[in-house]
């Protein structure tokens, strides 16, 4: 199963794990192009790979209003790839 959730965060599994794909804007020092490099950790339930990607996604927050407003995005999010099978 592959799912993804945003820009940002996909969802694989498998039979033995969840794995979450994480997709970072960033620049080629070399040829100063823009780049997305994929990212990706392991995890043996998906609460654990769900609090992770929350946790990433909270990160760049620095106001209390910025935390609220990203974890209600992030749910709406997850439950918009969940209800309409944003699978890929």
Same mark, same amino acid.
């Given at each position: 199963?592959?799912?993804? #959730?945003?820009d ?6 498998d039979?033995? $794990?969840? /794995?979450?794909? $994480?997709?970072? @804007?960033?620049i080629n *020092? /070399?040829?100063?192009? *823009?780049?997305?490099?994929? &990212?990706?950790?392991?995890y043996?339930? !998906?609460d $654990? %790979?769900?609090a992770?990607?929350?946790? /990433?996604? %909270?990160?760049?927050? @620095?106001?209390?209003?910025? !935390?609220?407003?990203? #974890? &209600?995005?992030?749910?709406? @999010?997850? %439950? &918009?790839a #969940? ?6």
């Amino acid at each position: 199963m592959k799912v993804k #959730i945003n820009d940002k965060f996909e969802i694989e599994s498998d039979s033995n $794990q969840w /794995k979450l794909n $994480q997709y970072v @804007d960033g620049i080629n *020092p /070399k040829t100063k192009e *823009p780049t997305v490099t994929k &990212k990706t950790t392991y995890y043996g339930r !998906l609460d $654990q %790979l769900l609090a992770s990607a929350l946790d /990433k996604e %909270l990160k760049d927050c @620095d106001t209390t209003v910025g !935390l609220l407003s990203a #974890i &209600k995005e992030f749910k709406t @999010d997850c %439950l &918009k790839a #969940i209800n309409k099978g944003k699978k890929i």
